[in-house]
């Protein structure tokens, strides 16, 4: 059964309230059993800890993907191990219209003259495009990730994209975070390591410096903060 947008946004802010304060695993397990296979779990492969905390919930769910053309060789990597280690899930590739060879010959290196439009017609156009088939996607936004994400709620609506949002770890600190990765033997990018603590596509990321926040290694220099993916 198909539900409207009125219902689903009435969904969202009712579990808004109601899952508040839920642990990650009480979110996922509402999802699973809200939407079954009408939701989508959102990893950007710079880990798989999402991803992992979803298959406690369900065993048996699509993976979204953004392929932008623009991703380190160690990301593919990761997602092409993803489904051997979560059987049962499927990766979603989201693409853009454009390969980069036809995006670059037309507009030349956006990435570097207007990365906002970049990222606007690799990332944001195909986010649509692939949530359009669901009632609502799973992400891992998190608070301390930086200031513009200080105020995610575990369960939100989705204006833009006309879905429910589900930001499961939204409240977990880094140390929380880092403890499941060891403790559960996580699928980590291999950048991390190397002091990449945001990874977005290669030409737009570098190292944060010391004592800034994650974030600050995209888009290093410019007036830009965010993908326009969760706003």
């Known amino acids: 059964m198909t539900s409207t947008a009125e219902d689903l946004r009435a969904l969202a802010e009712q579990a808004g309230r109601d899952l508040a304060d839920a642990s990650a695993a009480e979110a996922l397990a509402w999802t699973a059993a809200t939407f079954g296979g009408r939701f989508i779990v959102a990893s950007n492969m710079q880990d798989a800890v999402l991803i992992d905390v979803a298959y406690q919930a369900a065993k048996d769910f ?16 990761v997602r092409d191990a993803v489904e ?11 693409e853009a219209e454009q390969s980069v060879a036809e995006q670059e010959a037309e507009f030349g ?4 003259t207007d990365p906002t439009r970049c990222c606007f017609l690799r990332k944001v156009v195909p986010l649509q495009r692939t949530l359009a088939g669901y009632d609502a ?11 513009t994400r200080a105020g995610t709620p575990i369960v939100q609506w989705d204006e833009r994209n006309g879905l429910v949002k589900v930001n499961p770890i939204a409240p977990w600190t880094d140390e929380e975070f880092d403890a499941y990765i060891t ?7 291999p950048l991390v390591g190397e002091g990449y603590l ?5 030409p737009c ?17 410019q007036a830009k903060t965010e993908c326009g993916l969760h706003g």
């Open 198 to 202: 945001s990874i977005g596509c290669a």
């Open 183 to 189: 403790e559960r033997g996580i699928l980590q990018n």
């Open 205 to 221: 990321t570098t190292k944060p410096l010391p004592g800034q926040d994650a974030r600050s290694g995209r888009w290093a220099g």
């Open 109 to 112: 290196l956006l990435n570097k």
């Open 137 to 147: 996607w799973v992400t891992g936004v998190r608070r301390v990730d930086a200031p």
């Open 62 to 77: 699509d993976i979204l993907f953004l392929e932008t053309g623009y991703h380190f060789a160690e990301t593919i990597g």
């Open 84 to 94: 051997l280690v979560y059987p049962g899930t499927r990766i979603v590739t989201a």
